[in-house]
């Protein structure tokens, strides 16, 4: 099939009718076949009328965060709210017939084990019991986001979104980054009521969704949707704490060492993005250089001319700059139809640019190398925290090729993106201790929030100084956290990547090529092995592991001359 150009992709609203029709023509199949070609047969039936779904879910949701001010689309999103849980009961009571089967065996050797593990966790997440709350927390999840996308912040005689805020948090001026923190903060200040609403609502419908499937709260529950086969609570709290006996020292004599730097009395809350006295570097090429500049880069890195990213550019499957209607943040989705990701980020000029235009080309790349990675839709990628190695392992491979974008300051950014990343870690791992909390205790108050999340920036961020801004100092910075809102206990995850990335970068420092056929392995095995067992067999240490973190911080810091 020729690859069509994005622009040429016709949005067509799916059938729920003729998806819930072949679902009960697959289930009867499944249940009174006995040959297993029928079987085959059946099931590709479903598959193929489930990515017509979700590839036209991917589509409205990409073309409305391009224009979050087109009516159209926001419909549309209504639309995919209130049928999406429908659909995936759907997909359940299809694929729960293959747990029941006579030859089960023979199934599992033709299809692969992970099927039916995910088979069986949608049979415990899913039930018409909980379709409508379903379709409320996604609808509140859509309430966040419209809110954030639709932020407009008057500074310096421009109407700007959060985005576009961005580069004058990093100015190298104090009193810029200053006022441009505090209008920030007032604007989540002047929407805190709105946020803690939306919030609460969430928290009370997932708890009611949790206990109607039998879970004794919503942290179970929620670990299974996260499909956590192989690891607990327990595990991710030990990670934690190793965290915070070799990581959070390091950030605080990170933060010492920047306030030397800087020249300041006091490092405050609105200078921590700056790590160097004139300013953190900027790209040396503009903003619409960045596409063919990281085809150049991934052309020279994997040794294939034109790149997969090349090839995405000229059909137009990317959108990476701000504009004031575009959705905030980056992501990389698959429309699965056509099995082509596609990119959408905000560009605003700051080295976060070029790190965030690698990493989603990360889950590009192996969305396109796992094409072919299983006959399910569900498999052909993995569980989540494996998918944030491919890309956040792709940030440190590409270290050799910054001068591409920074010239001589890409040493600098070397140094920046280590930083961020050492200071991420629990940072993520304080996101992850406060769901555990709150979804553990669900009728928490509004103040009680805050007030946890105030005892935990103490525990993983020690440095912090709010100078007495009102809406840091009240503990309300949680909310700034979309993955708190629409993603809960994904966040872990990229701190689980992060460890095993450093592993890669570790390898590449003194094997450049064996640390990118490890990454490609990664890349193409899509979701057919479980987390721990892919580290293993790509001869990767598991993050869970004593002396893993120390090992690692002790590299990162040794890099740092920390």
Known sequence: MQMPKYQDLQYRRPSVDDIRECALRTRLRLMTSKDISLVDAALAEFQHSLSGFYTAEALCNIRFDQNTQDEYFRLEQDFFEENEPIVSELSSMVYSVLLHMEDIDALKDRFGEMIFRKAQTQKETINSTVVELLSLESSLENDYDQIMAQAQISFHDKLLNLSMMEPYFESGHREIRKSAQEEAANFFESELDRFNDIFSRLVETRTKIAEKLGFENFVALGYKRMERYDYTPEMVASFREMVCKYIVPMTSEIRRLQKERLGVDALKYY?????????????????????????????????????????????????????????????????????????????????EDVTTLIHESGHAYASLRSADASPFIECLSPTLETCEIHSTALEYLTYPHLELFFGDRASDVRDLHMTRSLLFIPYGCMVDEFQHEIYASPNMTHEQRHDTWKRLEEKYQPFLDYDGQSFYASGAAWVKKGHIFTDPFYYIDYCLAQVVSLQLWDKSRSNPAEAMRVYDLLCKEGGNSMFLDLLSKSGLESPFESGVIKRIAYRAAEFLQL
């Open 271 to 351: 200078d921590l993005p700056v790590l160097f006295p004139k300013g953190n570097p900027k790209p040396i090429i503009r903003m619409e250089d960045y596409p063919e500049k990281t085809g150049e880069m991934f052309s020279a890195l994997m040794g294939k001319t034109p790149s997969f990213f090349d090839i995405l550019r000229e059909y137009g499957f990317m959108d990476l700059v701000s504009r004031p209607s575009k959705a905030t943040g980056g992501y990389c989705v698959t429309l699965l139809d056509y099995a082509i990701p596609f990119i959408l980020m905000n560009a605003n000029g700051t080295a």
